[in-house]
């Protein structure tokens, strides 16, 4: 079974963030404004994304 991809776009700066926000961003593999990458739909992976969504665009792939 193929696992499912989420695209997620980094649409605003983690600059003057709190470190913790700045380490979910680098987690996701971010690593500038309007950079896009896929990652595995996991929970992890979601949990990440929620702590910083105001600075996320997430699709479904």
Known sequence: MADKRIKVTLIKSPIGRVARH???VRGLGLRRV???VEVADTPENR???NKVADMLAVEEV
Request: aromatic fraction near 0%; include cysteine.
């Open 22 to 24: 700045r380490a979910c």
């Open 34 to 36: 309007n950079h896009s």
């Open 47 to 49: 949990g990440m994304i």
